[in-house]
């Protein structure tokens, strides 16, 4: 059974730096389209970066745009966001997903819609 787990998350004052992981099993990253999401209390999951299983650079969204990263390393089947210049509107709780398909476009790639796995989310706090 595939299942991701996070880590990572924490409390940091306004422009620290904070790293995200994301640790799969049961399922070979290289091979899917991955990403990172976030999601504020009664509001939707908002996509934050994303990778296709069909190859590429990362996606971001704009409000993320210079400030994070998103990186893979496949032999430990593991992705990360490392976020810099934090500000307190990051303060949500961030989620790893994956899904076995092929987006194409970063419209595709920051929609929740269609990653099948996802991690139980991992709260990040930017306040001083």
């Known amino acids: 059974q595939a299942q991701l787990v996070e880590s990572g998350g924490g409390l940091v004052q306004p422009g620290g730096s904070l790293g995200l992981s994301c640790t799969a099993s049961?399922?070979?990253?290289?091979?899917?389209?991955i990403g990172w999401f976030r999601q504020a209390p009664g509001k939707k999951r908002d996509g934050v970066s994303a990778?296709?299983?069909?190859?590429?650079?990362?996606v971001y969204a704009d409000s993320v745009k210079g400030r994070f990263t998103f990186s893979r390393d496949n032999a430990k089947n593991t992705m990360y966001l490392q976020m810099n210049n934090l500000k307190p509107e990051d303060t949500v709780v961030y989620y790893c997903?994956?899904?076995?398909?092929?987006?194409?476009?970063?419209?595709?790639?920051?929609?929740?819609?269609?990653?099948?796995?996802w991690g139980q989310g991992t709260q990040v706090t930017v306040s001083s």
């Open positions: 049961g399922v070979t990253l290289d091979y899917y389209t």
């Open positions: 997903a994956a899904d076995p398909g092929t987006k194409v476009g970063s419209s595709w790639l920051l929609s929740e819609i269609g990653y099948t796995y």
């Open positions: 990778i296709s299983s069909g190859g590429g650079n990362a």
